[in-house]
């Protein structure tokens, strides 16, 4: 019954980073970070990410010029991007680590110490990436709520607030954290079956078969 738990951990542990992986990489490159309605015209949005600012009219549609440079940029959005671009990068690594770290994986089988170590180690880089994933979506965040209650800035002056794409990161930030956390969980649960016996293996490798059964065909 433990490992039956065990590997189910794992396995709602990787998809749940898988996922917050997805939606990290979305949020770095959608223009939605932050969106502006104007009062004047209000056939006219205007949207900002990391790379472009975008504007959207109802005749001509939607309009994108990236950013000309990338030292003109607020420290925000400079920090962002390689913020982003890590927490990426780090999540990548993370989910190939932890995915040869698996009890269900037949490879390496009977080295369980090394799964357990890829399997923490795998951890250790998805929940930096969720972390780091969080930071950037939260300054922008910080720095828009300022500007938008800022009394120096004339209220005449149209305000920035928060777009689409930070809801994302902020879901895509704790997936990634979950994640992390859950192969932490499932590395220090109960250890898997001794390697040296014929019939763990064969005992481990009939839990994983009845757990992609279950998946597979989740009405029966």
Request: contains cysteine.
């Amino acid at each position: 019954m433990a490992l039956v738990f065990r590997t189910a951990m794992q396995s709602v542990a990787l998809l749940l980073s898988l996922l917050g992986w997805v939606f990290s990489c979305l949020t770095n490159y959608l223009p939605h970070w932050r969106n502006l309605n104007l009062d004047l015209n209000e056939m006219e949005n205007w949207t900002m990410g990391l790379w472009k600012t975008c504007v959207i009219q109802e005749e001509v549609g939607r309009q994108c010029k990236d950013f000309d440079s990338f030292l003109a940029l607020p420290a925000e959005l400079r920090i962002s991007r390689i913020l982003m671009f890590l927490s990426n990068g780090l999540g990548l690594l993370g989910l190939l680590v932890s995915g040869f770290g698996l009890d269900c994986l037949r490879i390496g089988e009977r080295q369980q110490g090394l799964k357990k170590r890829l399997l923490i180690l795998g951890g250790v880089l998805l929940w930096t990436s969720g972390v780091t994933a969080l930071v950037p979506v939260s300054w922008v965040a910080h720095m828009t709520v300022q500007e938008f209650w800022d009394e120096t800035i004339p209220e005449i002056v149209p305000r920035w607030e928060f777009g689409e794409a930070l809801f994302l990161g902020w879901f895509a930030g704790f997936c990634l954290v979950l994640g992390g956390c859950l192969l932490h969980c499932a590395a220090c649960s109960s250890p898997a079956p001794a390697a040296s016996g014929h019939y763990a293996v064969a005992e481990m490798r009939d839990h994983c078969q009845q757990l992609e059964m279950k998946y597979s065909n989740p009405d029966s």
